[in-house]
């Protein structure tokens, strides 16, 4: 028989999605795969409840269902301060995962090349991969997590077809500052490439960091595709729906790769979260204050118990560095302390291009008594994982 596809030979299954396996089996507290034990707020419950009787149970326009749109460019036009046309400036996804993919395959052919951050997502090199494209990983330098203006215009000048920014970043929890992402549009616009964002985290950001979007910086508007997905900010990690938003032009090419690669989202879901999207400014408020003090709890814990992190100034992942405990693999390192300790993490060495096996990545969606659970669990660290 002929050989199976080249371009995925060298793909390995998600490691977040696996370490929920594993946690699974062996019940520990699952601090890898970031989702939350919460429920989500209880109108769009209500809701759901009523779509499940009355419908709609058939496709929606496979770019979105109409007063979804409406809904979402409202809600997006009050907080990046620029209208948003809900007739061709959205296109609507099965969650930010295909979001950008379909922005990558939109905007590049086979052959081109694609500047991505390390650390990053674990999708983004296969996003490229997928789409016939090259990565170009720019370094973002612990503990800061910053990048150097010259290694990033390096990649530039390799003219790159798109660069992917995760802001706030997973895994990092880096905050993009305003000037630093003034120097990645200065560079777009010198070397002419788009931006495709990926902002799920926009309403995770920590006092006293703020978050920019990219795509209301001076001329970045015509060349930024943002991804985003409503899973964090209304915890419905199960419901899949995201988005792009784009000038026309990009909009109108996203949603035929979007109708082919998914042909829509589910249409009874994006009815039953209308009422989130309609929620005021005292829901974000809330939702950044619950996670203010989950991060607290988290970061004091760690602390208390002498294990090095860092401290996410947005979204909600924690690096823990595990250069004392001797291993050195850190998937290694990972699988033991679900079964040892009890608390399930992602190997830092998943999401960094580098030779990285210093980190690993806990998550802190958890309602409060999981996180102080996965602290009382974590105090035996230095006992059970030490070599």
Not at 160 to 172: E, F, H, Q, T, V
Not at 241 to 252: N, R
Not at 343 to 365: D, M, Q, T, W
């Amino acid at each position: 028989m002929q050989s199976l596809s080249s371009r995925t030979a060298a793909f390995t299954d998600s490691v977040i999605r696996r370490m929920t396996r594993i946690c699974l089996q062996c019940g520990a507290v699952n601090l890898s795969q970031g989702f939350p034990d919460f429920d989500p707020p209880q109108e769009i419950l209500d809701r759901l409840a009523e779509v499940a009787k009355e419908g709609p149970h058939q496709y929606s326009v496979t770019w979105g269902a109409q007063n979804f749109r409406e809904a979402l460019a409202d809600k997006q036009t009050h907080f990046m301060g620029r209208t948003i046309d809900p007739n061709s400036e959205i296109v609507t996804t099965c969650g930010s995962t295909e979001a950008m993919m379909a922005a990558v395959m939109t905007v590049t052919d086979p052959g081109d090349k694609i500047v991505v951050f390390s650390p990053f997502y674990e999708n983004y090199g296969a996003d490229a991969i997928l789409s016939g494209a090259e990565p170009i990983y720019v370094p973002l330098h612990p503990p800061a997590f910053s990048f150097d203006p010259e290694e990033l215009e390096d990649a530039f000048r390799q003219h790159p077809k798109a660069l992917i920014l995760c802001n706030p970043s997973n895994p990092c929890g880096k905050v993009f500052t305003r000037d630093e992402l003034l120097t990645i549009a200065a560079l777009a616009e010198k070397y002419d490439v788009y931006v495709i964002t990926d902002e799920v985290y926009e309403h995770l950001v920590y006092a006293p960091h703020r978050h920019t979007y990219f795509a209301t910086l001076p001329g970045m508007w015509e060349r930024t595709l943002s991804c985003s997905s409503l899973s964090k900010t209304y915890s419905i990690t199960g419901w899949r729906l995201g988005y792009i938003i784009a000038p026309a032009p990009i909009i109108e090419r996203a949603k035929k790769v979007h109708d082919f690669l998914t042909v829509g989202a589910a249409a009874p879901l994006q009815e039953a979260v209308i009422p989130g999207l309609r929620f005021g400014d005292e829901y974000y408020q809330g939702l950044l204050a619950t996670y203010t003090e989950k991060r607290k709890l988290m970061l004091d814990g760690l602390t208390a118990l002498g294990i090095p992190h860092n401290e996410p100034e947005g979204a909600y992942y924690i690096l823990l560095d595990i250069s004392r405990y001797g291993w050195d693999d850190d998937y290694q390192f990972c699988e033991q302390l679900a079964q040892r300790v009890g608390v399930g993490a992602v190997p830092g060495s998943s999401f960094f291009k580098e030779p990285e096996n210093r980190y690993i990545r806990l998550h802190f969606a958890k309602k409060n008594e999981t996180l102080t659970a996965a602290l009382d669990r974590l105090a035996s660290m230095d006992a059970k994982m030490k070599r």
